[in-house]
């Protein structure tokens, strides 16, 4: 069971046990993980679940694909980091994996 880390804007550290096939935000969302609000349920289409993927996870988790990119473009705060984590599905090679949410302007 991969656990995540999620970096809050207010600086909390949460932990949340996933589950391998399931993505990032449906454990942000068990958790109750502030800043993941997901109001499309997992669809890519409206920016709510956004994560910066911390440096050293990044290569493993993988860029965005064409369509979360294009997605990416819409959030505040994008960055080179940058995920959409309803795209990004849990496997026991994440297990420990950090994300933060992005908080306010220049986060």
């Known amino acids: 069971m991969p656990k995540?880390?999620?970096?809050?804007?207010?600086?909390?550290?949460?932990e949340v046990d996933g589950r391998n096939g399931e993505s990032v935000m449906l454990a942000a969302l068990i958790g109750q993980v502030p800043g993941i609000e997901a109001e499309c349920g997992g669809a890519c289409s409206c920016g709510t679940c956004h994560v910066h993927v911390d440096r050293a996870w990044q290569a493993?988790?993988?860029?965005?694909?064409?369509?979360e990119a294009?997605?990416?473009?819409?959030?505040?705060?994008?960055?080179?980091?940058?995920?959409?984590?309803?795209?990004?599905?849990?496997?026991?090679t994440l297990d420990?994996?950090?994300?933060r949410v992005p908080g306010g302007a220049g986060e």
């Open 70 to 92: 294009g997605m990416l473009e819409m959030v505040d705060n994008a960055a080179e980091a940058s995920r959409l984590c309803c795209q990004v599905k849990l496997t026991d």
């Open 4 to 14: 995540i880390i999620f970096e809050t804007a207010d600086g909390q550290r949460i």
């Open 60 to 67: 493993t988790v993988g860029p965005p694909g064409e369509l």
């Open 96 to 99: 420990g994996l950090v994300v």
